[in-house]
């Protein structure tokens, strides 16, 4: 389980968005991140027996930075106001579809995963993959737990086209799948839920019913 003192730094980092304040309670921003760290390495050892892809994952190398990339942001605040972590195949910097843990307060908290912006090749490789196989893809994204987990994939303008793209009929059966850009879902969790004891299990469940739908994906783009 996770302290509710890591979601009460991350809710003062927020308040605080500044380098002074930060290097002043660095000691507490190095507890929530070893406290997240110990989390992810557990969350990895217990579905790696499912999931041998992520089992050899180490969560220090799975978390992401804090500080903000800002050099072609409007917003200039240093720090991210969340910890999180990727567990994919390969590791963080890796094109394959894998899972992500996203800590934050105010039950911003989530577990998501997918195929985030892939690109063009890999993209073609996962749409033609969804037309040729698109009974089996619809068995995965239509199963009764992955839907309790994550109702539907994520349709945004952001990561959605408006029209079937070339090469595909408009009457596609997939065509609402094949718009898509990215291939993404999330399950939001509340701050209780997020420090209760029972987390660990809550997030492997997440993680379970995710694994063939990003089994589907990496099909298509990995050739090892």
């Known amino acids: 389980m996770l302290q509710s003192s890591t979601l009460t730094f991350l809710r003062q980092l927020r308040k605080n968005n500044n380098k002074p304040w930060f290097d002043a309670n660095r000691t507490k921003y190095e507890t929530a991140r070893e406290d997240v760290e110990v989390f992810l390495q557990a969350v990895i050892d217990k579905h790696g027996k499912k999931d041998p892809g992520i089992a050899n994952l180490v969560a220090k190398s799975s978390l992401y930075r804090i500080n903000r990339d800002i050099r072609f942001s409007k917003d200039k605040t240093?720090?991210?106001?969340?910890l999180a972590g990727s567990m994919t195949k390969g590791g963080k910097k890796s094109p394959l579809a894998g899972y992500y843990l996203h800590i934050e307060p105010d039950g911003k908290s989530m577990l998501a995963g997918g195929l985030w912006m892939p690109e063009s090749a890999n993209l073609k490789k996962v749409r033609q993959e969804i037309d040729y196989c698109f009974d089996e893809f619809s068995k995965i994204v239509g199963n009764k737990k992955f839907k309790a987990q994550f109702g539907d994939l994520d349709r945004s303008e952001e990561y959605s086209l408006v029209k079937v793209p070339q090469g595909f009929e408009k009457d596609n059966p997939a065509a609402e799948y094949l718009k898509l850009k990215s291939w993404l879902v999330a399950r939001m969790f509340t701050?209780?839920?997020?420090?209760?004891?029972d987390?660990?299990?809550k997030v492997a469940e997440g993680m379970e019913a995710m694994q063939p739908f990003l089994a589907?994906?990496?099909?298509a783009i990995d050739d090892n």
């Open 78 to 82: 240093p720090y991210k106001t969340h």
């Open 191 to 197: 701050d209780a839920e997020v420090t209760s004891k």
């Open 216 to 219: 589907f994906l990496n099909r």
């Open 199 to 201: 987390f660990l299990k």
